[in-house]
């Protein structure tokens, strides 16, 4: 947060663009641009296959690490499949865990559909297979047609809906984290020659420690978690099982939650301290505060992320798809089982699978929830879903060699170059065709699960606008915070734009910890509000935030034409101290630590809070609403 003195703020970014940009958002944008570098990578592969045997010759370089008698040695591929990928496995999991602690899937039975979904993808895509290859020599490798990549598949998502389909998101990835755990059971299962059973029960054994260390002291617990990471990584690695199951246990068992009140106004504590007397047992002190305010989770995605998408995904693409294409490859692959069957079970299989097994999840007769999106928008998701690449690679170069490794190389690549174009079809469907029956289908979806705590009171709270709107847009603010001064124009410019479908709510959070005269002024607003002038006082005091000392609040009263004295007396003696902690009790309750911090009928508002943004989910929640509106009048 800014200090006290701040009082400009550059107007190209806001405080949450700099600093607080949301989860969601930052995975969006850096996917898109890490699926580009991941398909720049293959082609890569694609063309250094070509140009001789230097490809193949480095790939297949053997490295060891030992110690005295004890060694783990593979080749540069296996280094970055079972190695590095377990990084990115990781981050899925992390990425998983702060939806089932923070987001859509903290409501439990919302995992049942994109669970059945992931299930019956898999399922459809495994039969085609092997109904293609259905007695050949092929049959063994139907476990590389049935995993979805998820760097390409987020990334195309990003690029077909600009970030902005947030639900659907959500339902992918949880689809993809899903399909994930079951390819990996696959590759132990159908793919694991031997499995020892020591190391495997050394594993078992140190995720164990690794879940109990999260109720350990923070002082020693994260050297002990790497630590314990490492040696469960390392007992996979030597038991047979694919080593990358690791990286995914390890980011479900990452506790993922807000920050509390109470520990930022302890690091900012400590970090005034720290000011005062620059001593090391102080700077330690304040960094570990800031540090433990952010969950771990959030910690490690912050850090991992552009490692994995820019870099871990990219060398895995550059060392497994390289394939040595010639007139005899691709005359076999054309008529080939393997590749026809690879190419129909993504693009038909795995799309018509999470489809039929999401329409399933739905029938009441089985005790359904109503689908986290409309119809035709899942059917984007389930094409999407339709592309194998990474986990694909991983299975054909543990079930084929030779001639069938390149037919199956062949058939992975084409589906990472149609997936795309066959989403995009499906992209124009919906929006052209079926945008009719758009306000129809979003009143049969999920309802939205609801973050503001206390709903609104119009005896209570103070709103402006349309009291009837469909739309209810909450802020939580601090008359001397920056970024509220600027989130006001904001406010006002999409007020203007929303008309009667919009009213607007304050509430305060002063925060005392870094702004001196931000719990007056809170106080100061509730005592005109009690002369029937709160909007008028609240415009003045963001205009002047400066300016927020009992002198200059005693002459805003004046110009506005207050009962001077009774407004002196109620602020000096702490009269409406009470209305404002109740709206500090709110915010805790709603988990908002820092202002400004938005609602939009009930939903947090993550990420960039301009104009465009705060339009578009303003009327977003509108159709919404009124898809809800018209469904009940039906009933």
Known sequence: MASAEATTVPAARTAWERNLRAPVRRFLQTETSGAIVLVAAALAALVWANLGTSYEALWTTRFTIALGH???????????????????????????????????LRERRRLAIPVLAAVGGMGLAAAVYLIVNAGGA?????????????????????????????RLRVFLLTLLVVDDLLALGVITIAYSTHISVVPLV???????????????????????????????????????????????AIGLVTTAYPPSRQDLERSTALTREFREQPTPELAYQASASL?????????????????????????????????????????????????????????????VGVTLAAWLGTRRVLGGQRPPVTWPTLGIGATVAGVGFTVSLLVASLAFHGPLLGEAKAGIIATALLMPLAAWAMRLLVSNALAGTRARQLAGTAEELIDLVDDIDPARDHVRGNPEALVTLVEYGDFQCPYCGQAERIIREV?????????????????????LYAQTAAEAAEAAAAQGAFWE????????????????????????????????????NGVHADRVARDVESADASGVSGTPTFFVNGRRHHGAYDVDTLLAEVKAAKQRARAAAGAFTAR
């Open 138 to 166: 092929g049959a063994r490798g139907w476990g590389a047609a049935v995993s979805t990549d998820t760097a390409l598949s987020l990334g195309t998502l990003a690029l077909l809906t600009g970030g902005r389909a947030v």
């Open 537 to 572: 006082m609240h415009d003045v005091l963001l205009e002047h935030q400066d300016e927020l000392a009992m002198p200059h609040l005693l002459r805003y009263a004046t110009d506005l034409g207050l009962d001077v004295q009774r407004f002196a007396r109620e602020v000096r």
């Open 291 to 351: 540090t433990s305010a952010i969950s771990p989770n959030e910690r490690l995605q912050y850090r991992l992320h552009p490692w994995t998408s820019w870099v871990i995904v990219p060398v895995f693409a550059l060392a497994n798809a390289g394939l040595h294409v010639d007139g005899d490859l691709l005359h076999r692959a054309i008529t080939s089982p393997v590749t026809l069957g690879i190419v129909a079970a993504y693009l038909v299989g795995k799309p």
């Open 495 to 515: 007020m203007a734009d929303a008309g009667a479908d919009l009213r607007y709510v304050f509430r305060h959070l002063p925060l005392n910890d870094v702004h």
């Open 70 to 104: 004890h060694a783990l040695g593979t080749d540069l591929r296996g280094w970055v499949n079972e190695g590095l990928m377990t990084l990115f496995f990781l981050e899925v999991g992390l990425e998983a865990k702060r939806e089932l602690d923070l987001g859509e």
């Open 202 to 248: 050394i594993a078992v054994a140190l995720l164990g420690v690794l879940v109990a260390l999260r109720y350990a002291p923070s002082g020693w617990r994260g050297p002990v978690a790497a630590l314990t990471c490492v040696g469960l990584w390392a007992a996979l690695f030597q038991s047979g099982v694919d080593a990358v199951v690791a990286g995914l």
